[in-house]
């Protein structure tokens, strides 16, 4: 079920389009993003690197720094422990190049999705002291390892911990109480008595910051560290954090870096996905290099990734790129065999607002793919559980509406681990309470009707008139476009369909030539909703209007398009078309 919602948001958009040198259409779309005051708008559109928030302004910067510099003078060895994804692969490489750098006795170990699991445990801490490791800094994890702090600690090790992650808490009488680690420092935005402006950066951003506030407390300028955040940009589009305040402008400048990286490993990913460097923007992040780095923590070992940063030679660098990207077209094949299934049984619970899926024999490791797949096909928070040796593990991806890690809060008896934070998490459990777990998260949400329809927000109506070269290139000013600042939406009805030609190898492209009421013209096109698209067209104008419009022919086909511009070059010429995602 879907509902399109035109935004209705006032504002004095000429006056805002005039004081900041915008159309007034981009001065709509812009508040349309509750982006209001003239600060804001500032920022937004003229965001420069040197206003990132101070290191300073995080909850124990000063303690975590003055122990690494103690450490390194006194050449204690350090370990690195960061997590397995892509944003504890970027944040473990800033902290272990840096501290390098820096001349400290450093090392990284990435744990085992399967054998170790998230985060520091027992097992790696009591590996570290045998290995004669004075301090462990963590890195995109450890706010949630309180049992294994007090081990560390009861070994006489010092224990750093900079994480982005939920604080864990207990609620008694209505109150949270917040359990933090009894680190010797915790560097996490979302502590309580945290003063950090902005709560939503990822790990890669606090590892950043804390070797800012190094370089700093050292004399140095802190700009000195800004060649980092090419992978601090990486790490996060790939976590999907909200790209606003200074995670905006960190994506922004890091994507700059990126087309012109040094990394010899990163050009090998590069060249192997067959990206053009110049070119590359959030969605390959997000949905080509991004997969590919995480592929290797998936299917494999994460250390292969980290590996690939640190790569100085051209050669091994194109044979591990080249080995990530097997491993990532391997995980999708497994990833949509699991999806298969997936919707296979959610059809079975289709009364449930919260959907818990158990796929016995699904690599674990694609548990969370999958459950963003049936999350987007039935806009539902979906949890999809798979068997291990000895329990039940899974991952789970929510709605907005729906704080997933509130609710398993509610419920944490049942878990032998959890944790993540609105919009994601991660849990484990006996296989006994499988059953239990959908009963109780189903029987304690307050889910409405109403949240579980799917609500597509259209910027404003746009004639074709209105679809310039200027406009669309005004719309770079936006860029880059992600979570929080998702790319505009734009509508138009009564859209003639002249022609239709299906293109690709697999038929997965649709070419169309698109008339309004007044009869300007403009192509159109449609990306993977190919067969959604001819079943419409098929269902509700009949087969005979379908094969004119496929044979160029007069026909009766009028469609309503949620589309964003572009402008498509080929063979040296420039066409203003129309990429639609939506259609009634």
């Known amino acids: 079920m879907e509902k399109w919602i035109v935004f209705a948001k006032k504002a004095d958009f000429n006056q805002i389009a005039k004081k900041y040198n915008i159309s007034p259409m981009l001065a709509r779309i812009i508040r349309n993003k509750d982006i209001i005051e003239d600060k804001d708008i500032k920022e937004y559109l003229y965001g420069d690197i040197n206003e990132l928030n101070s290191p300073w302004l995080l909850k124990d910067m000063e303690k975590a720094v003055e122990i690494i510099k103690i450490k390194i003078s006194q050449q204690n060895k350090i370990r690195i422990i960061c997590d397995y994804d892509i944003d504890g692969i970027c944040s473990g490489y800033i902290l272990l190049d840096s501290l390098e750098k820096l001349g400290a006795n450093v090392d990284i170990v990435v744990p085992h999705r399967i054998e170790d699991g998230y985060g520091i445990n027992k097992d790696l801490i009591k590996k570290a002291y045998d290995d004669g490791v004075d301090t462990i800094l963590t890195c995109d994890n450890g706010i949630a390892a309180y049992e294994q702090v007090e081990y560390a600690k009861s070994l006489g090790m010092t224990i750093v911990i900079t994480d982005h992650h939920e604080v864990p808490f207990e609620e008694k009488d209505g109150t949270k109480e917040y359990i933090v680690p009894n680190a010797d420092a915790v560097v996490n935005p979302k502590q309580a008595d945290c003063e950090y402006p902005f709560k939503e950066i990822c790990g890669a951003t606090v590892a950043y910051k804390l070797i800012t506030a190094i370089i700093n407390s050292m004399g140095r300028e802190m700009s000195s560290t800004n060649y980092l955040l090419e992978y601090v940009a990486i790490a996060t589009i790939g976590d999907v954090v909200e790209l606003q305040n200074e995670n905006r402008i960190i994506v922004k400048y890091g994507l700059d870096l990126l087309r012109k990286s040094k990394n010899i490993g990163l050009n090998a990913l590069i060249d192997a996905c067959k990206l053009n460097k110049n070119i590359i923007d959030s969605y390959h992040i997000g949905f080509v290099i991004g997969p590919c780095l995480n592929a290797s923590g998936r299917l494999d070992t994460a250390r292969k990734a980290v590996a690939l940063l640190r790569e100085k030679n051209q050669d091994k660098a194109k044979d591990i790129a080249t080995e990530l990207v097997e491993l990532n077209d391997e995980r999708k094949k497994l990833t949509e065999v699991g999806t298969k299934k997936a919707i296979e049984q959610a059809e079975n619970y289709k009364e449930d607002k919260v959907l818990v899926i158990y796929l016995k024999d699904c690599h674990e490791s694609i548990a969370g793919i999958i459950a963003g797949r049936i999350r987007e096909k039935y806009n539902?928070?979906?949890?999809?559980?798979?068997?291990?040796?000895?329990?039940?593990?899974?991952?789970?991806?929510?709605?907005?509406?729906?704080?997933?890690?509130?609710?398993?809060?509610?419920?944490?008896?049942?878990?032998?681990?959890?944790?993540?934070?609105?919009?994601?998490?991660?849990?484990?459990?006996?296989?006994?309470?499988?059953?239990?777990?959908?009963?109780?998260l189903n029987q304690l949400t307050t889910l409405t009707d109403d949240d579980l329809c799917s609500k597509v927000w259209i910027d404003m109506q746009l004639p074709i008139p209105y679809i310039t070269k200027e406009f669309v290139n005004e719309l770079e000013k936006l860029k880059p476009f992600g979570k929080g600042n998702e790319k505009p939406c734009f509508a138009e009805k009564n859209l003639k369909v002249k022609n239709l030609k299906i293109l690709g190898k697999e038929g997965n492209v649709i070419k169309l030539s698109l008339r309004d009421e007044n009869n300007y013209e403009i192509p159109g096109i449609i990306f993977s909703r190919t067969s959604e698209f001819m079943e419409f067209v098929t269902n509700k104008f009949g087969n005979e209007e379908v094969k004119k419009a496929l044979r160029g022919m007069d026909n009766n086909i009028t469609i309503m398009a949620v589309f964003y511009p572009n402008i498509n070059e080929y063979n040296g010429n420039t066409q203003l078309q129309l990429v639609i995602n939506r259609f009634s």
């Open 380 to 440: 539902k928070p979906c949890f999809v559980l798979t068997k291990t040796a000895t329990e039940v593990k899974g991952s789970g991806r929510s709605i907005e509406e729906y704080d997933m890690y509130k609710e398993l809060s509610r419920i944490k008896e049942l878990f032998t681990k959890f944790g993540g934070h609105k919009l994601a998490a991660g849990l484990s459990l006996p296989l006994e309470n499988v059953d239990i777990l959908r009963e109780k």
